[in-house]
């Protein structure tokens, strides 16, 4: 009996539900397709690197589920308890009728249940052939073959998300039964007269808040961008805080604001009815404001998220070719004696290999070194007189005192100018010439770059023994000796072939080549010569210290972590956004259900039909856009902070395209519970008897 | 004087053919310019019903509805919506304010929905709300307003966009005596000074003597007509009782 009526309840509240109904198989398909990218992943022909990768990927992803599915165990919670309010009234019937409160309650389970399975089953057979399609695009990431289709179903996955969603309804079917308990028939009956009242603010307040929330907001925002060098972390957490107050500040006092703005201007404010959508506005935004500040800030996440992530996957995978001119790097310190960096004495061994080149270990070591071509080696200097300190002159007191945790004290590495060319044909980088008297500055690394162009826009000099050189650029110059996936040559210094340079003040040793093969399968070959165990064995014995890499491994890691970002993003993101976008649906739908009465006295004093619907959407709009709109001024200057943030490793690049697709994305998914909002909403104050 | 309103034979069936329920069973009458009718009845008379066929809410099985020349049950879709706002005021006994709007606003609303040019608007508000005797309540909400006060506001709406035919259905039923009173001065203003043609639904005996003319329905049917004519409002008051009296039943003990 109660199960049919469960049933029946289900037919009766669809619209009701459908938005409810959708958001939830989405959020059970997205986590099915994210947790069973393993199996995805399994069958494709990456290397040794790339599944590590890709285990590090599934780690975190599964990390970033449990975070998911605690927001969508609050929208689910919270959507629940919605859609129950709305039915007070049926359930004051039953209870009139003699049911008890515990039969009530055994219907709610029954629904969620109902729905529970429901939604879990559609989700998960959208899931697994989604997750087809999400293998193509992993494919696609790794940049390899998909030799042929082959349909993947993960029973990890899938039993990992029936437990996750599992859990989540369990808590809803108490929260339901706790809810029902506190209820009083005589509250029940009465749900529906219940009209809210319409809380007045003063609308001078309103627009005295409105223009502080507005000048909060650029305070935060002006120090997040422009004194971004000076901020603390704890600035930096007050001015989040600040931000995400002002954000509720504004929407508190926005429709009062505009309310006050379009009053006085009558021809504007006495059309049509725009009087009316003006005022509904304004009474709903009280209850509104929270779920309007959350929303927005989770909009700003997703942007933020979206667009960095995809610009650094984009970045890192244009990069590369660039960074990595050869195919192989091998450098290790020369002349080593004392102690290393954690006070241990060097061996014996060691300090003997660390007196020979890179090349003669390697020959010692019994490489067959024919597998090289183009070979380079350089070496390069260091003498205790020139540190970072000296080099940086006039500016280091200024400069310590705003970045404090740099090491000032590291000497530099310098290298002559014949030396560096040598490197420089090699990578196809710029040749430089010094005169007599003059120095440049290699680095690249942003943050870095800015420290040291501040000395040399002052021609800071250098003394090298008893030589004074200056400056040849007044600022850094792009180029580096070893390869990375990203610019990071903190700086390196070229002076003149005649330095006063010893063998004794020798540093490093670099060995640069290409493999001696034309095919990526004959170049993996040659890897897995120089990665082969007899060669690791002899040079383990020479207790040799040589840190190597190479263009393939670089690579794989590269798309590896672009892979990853990406793929973390566009999970939360979409978690982000259905959420924010479910709680706006169900909200205005409900409001909509409350403000039929209002729309049938539009209708009574003869309102267009015509004019009715435009009211409604312009409701609809304004609460669906403005959380969009403040939420895109945000992350112009998020991102902006974002883009300074991760220029400290120097992954975002141009953003144009990664915001278009981020656009793109929003617009596809808010858009949708947009309109479905909008037709449900019409749906429901559609005339009936006349 | 012309014909503002010719209600011609018309019927309102409810249900199916097994089971009909007559709602209006033949009923024709007219409405004078500047005339002030009340309909009275039980409930169940119809007398509901045949206000929402006038008013265009509702539809008629057979018969036809002019107002001034127009057939209003011709009428369709968007066209009934615009006849409705341009030639109908409408007084309802629950007031129909929009809560969300203030009183000035819910006036205002009849026009803006006309597309009226602010400034009249403006003007026109302030007119009517200064006949009505609401000027000082005009930025209140509803809530913050008496019945009686709403009721007026609800009038001005009705009237601000001169309509043919003011169509006012148990305007006192949500009232307090004395608010009732006022009110029905105001419809006495309104009809013999700004020349308003009312149609009024009721059941209460006071407020139908405010009338110039009173229809009696009985299931479906017009059952007896009165004039007020010279007579005092005390006179027409009795004769509206005997009416009553004689109709029987449950209007009494709603007096």
Redesign the interface.
Known sequence: MLFKLSIHNMKKSFKDYTIYFLTLVLGVAIFYIFNSLDSQTAMLEVSQTAHELIDLMMGMLSGVSVFVSIILGFLIVYANNFLIKRRKKEFGIYMTLGMGKRSISKILVCETLLIGILSLGVGLILGIFGSQFMSVLVTKLFQSDMSEFIFTFSSGACIKTMIYFGIMYLLVMIFNTFTISRYKLIDLLNASKHTEKVKLKSTWLSVILFIVSILLLSFAYYKVTQEFTKITQNELMAMIALGAFSTFLFFWSLSGFILKLVQSCKKVYLKELNMFVLRQTNAKINTTVCSMTIICLMLFLTIVILSAALSTNYTLQNGMAELTPVDFNAYKTLDLSGEDYYGNAYSEKRIEDSKISVAESFEKAKLDMSIFKDVVEVTTYAINDITMQTTLGEVFEEIKQEFPTVDYDIAEEIITVSEYNKVARLYHLQEFSVEENEYIVLCDYQNMKQIRDKALELNTTIRLKDKTYYPKYQECQDGFITMSSNHINMGIIIVPDNAPLTENDRVKNYFLANYNATTDKEKHEVENMILSDSFEQNLTALDSDIDAVSKITIYEAAIGIGAMVTFIAIYLGIIFLISSAAILALKELSESSDNKERYDILRKIGTDEKMIHKALFLQIGIFFILPLLLAMVHSIFGLQFATKILSTFDNIGDLTLPIILTAIFIILIYGGYFLATYFGSKNIIKECNY | MSEVLRVKNIEKYYGNKSNLTKAIDNISFSVQEGEFVGIMGASGSGKTTLL?CIST???VTAGNIMIQDQDITKLK??HL??????E?G?I?QDF??????TAY?NI??????Q?K???E??ERVKEMARKLGIVDILSK?P?QISGGQKQRVASA?AMITEPKLVLADEPTGALDSKSARQLLENFEYLNKELKATILMVTHDAFTASYADRILFIKDGKIFNEIIKGEDSRKIFFEKIIEVVTLLGGELNDVI
Do not use: M, P, V, W
């Open positions: 929402n809410i509702d539809k879709g968007n919506n615009k006849f409705r706002s341009q109908l409408f309802f129909n304010l929009l809560d969300t709007l606003e205002a609303l009849a026009l803006t929905i597309k040019n602010a400034k608007i403006d909400y809530y709406r």
